[in-house]
Structure formats: structure tokens, C-alpha cells
């Protein structure tokens, strides 16, 4: 568990990085640190996903079940990213700098949100 969270933040540390070099990307790599860091939090709670086609999708349902209910525009931020880092992916699409500096600053704000809640249960 502490593992992934550690890898979520070289993720976001990463994706802050390439703010200055590549929007895409920095947006890719945000939203990867926010589904590492999911998995983080269902492994706290004991549970570890099955790999499958739409696991992002349950992971990142299982965050949303566990965290507080205040958190949910953050999820929601996440599954907007999700989506929109399919289009970029599998078709064309340009991701803005304003795009994602969002990104980047969801995934920040999300990191402390699951560290604080593994925190708070596991001392």
C-alpha cells in the first residue's frame, strides 16, 4: 500500500514537471497518479481490484465509496480526466495548459485526500 502511494507521488511530481514541456502528458501522468493512488486506499482497506477491462473505473468507485461524500467533485474531476485522456490517447484531441495545470492540481489535492484517509486509520 505504501508503495502505490509513493508511486502516486512520483506520478504527480512527474506530471508537474512536464507542465513545462507537454500538456498531454502532464495530463496522462496526473490522472495515472490518481487511480495509483486509489488502489492505494482499497489496499488499506484490505481489497485489491481484479484486473479487468474498466478496472480504473471500479477503483476509482470503490475511492468514492470510502472517501467522504465532500470529495465527490474531485472523483468526478477524475473520471472527466479519465475520459478525456481516452480521446487523447485513441483519437485527436489537444489538451490545454489550463487543462492540465487542472490536472495536475487534482491530483495533488487527491494524493492528500487519500493519504490523509490511510493516515487517519492506519497510524
Do not use: W
Not at 473505473?57 to 461524500?69: C, G, K, Q, T
Amino acid at each position: 500500500m505504501k508503495q502505490f502511494l509513493a508511486d502516486a507521488r512520483k506520478k504527480a511530481a512527474a506530471a508537474r514537471k512536464n507542465l513545462a514541456i507537454d500538456e498531454e502528458t502532464a495530463h496522462q501522468t496526473a490522472y495515472e497518479a490518481m487511480p495509483k493512488a486509489s488502489l492505494a486506499l482499497m489496499l488499506s482497506h484490505g481489497q485489491r481490484p481484479r484486473v479487468q477491462l474498466g478496472h480504473h473505473v471500479a477503483i476509482l468507485d470503490f475511492a468514492r465509496r470510502h472517501l467522504a461524500p465532500a470529495h465527490a467533485p474531485l472523483l468526478d474531476l477524475c473520471d472527466r480526466m479519465r475520459r478525456r485522456r481516452n480521446i487523447a490517447f485513441y483519437d485527436i484531441a489537444i489538451i490545454s495548459e489550463v487543462e492540465a495545470e487542472v490536472a495536475v492540481e487534482a491530483a495533488d489535492d487527491y494524493l492528500k485526500v487519500v493519504a490523509a484517509d490511510i493516515q487517519s486509520r492506519i497510524p
